[in-house]
Nanobody
Framework: QLTLVESGGGLVQPGESLTLSCAAF????????MAWFRQAPGKGREAILC????????KFTNSVEGRFTISRTNNGNSLFLQMDRLKPEDTAVYYC?????????????????WGRGTQVTVSS
């Protein structure tokens, strides 16, 4: 069994930065893919960035280009999302998820474990 716990969300002003963390408790493998998703009010869950079992990164949302960065620790137990130059449209609940497969996917149904999410609000 695997438990994922996100942290680091909060209220920030436009242009500021946040770093989200996702701690994995239980069995994980570096061969797994880990991703960040977000869900804004009234919208579906959107894939943002993913890091796969080989360490390659996939970007699924063009709006975060040059602003968001995904990383993970060498043991695979922690996942991070560095978010810079935040915009009001980045406001959402952010989730980390694990896919027990070597490559990434943008489809939420392809991920088998999810955290409960952390709220990010960007507002002046």
């Amino acid at each position: 069994q695997l438990t994922l716990v996100e942290s680091g969300g909060g209220l920030v002003q436009p242009g500021e930065s946040l770093t989200l963390s996702c701690a994995a408790f239980g069995f994980t493998s570096l061969k797994d893919s880990m991703a960040w998703f977000r869900q804004a009010p009234g919208k579906g869950r959107e894939a943002i960035l993913c890091i796969d079992g080989s360490g390659s990164r996939s970007k699924f949302t063009n709006s975060v280009e040059g602003r968001f960065t995904i990383s993970r620790t060498n043991n695979g137990n922690s996942l991070f999302l560095q978010m810079d130059r935040l915009k009001p449209e980045d406001t959402a609940v952010y989730y980390c998820a694990r896919r027990q497969w070597v490559d990434c996917s943008r489809q939420p149904e392809d991920y088998d474990f999810w955290g409960r999410g952390t709220q990010v609000t960007v507002s002046s």
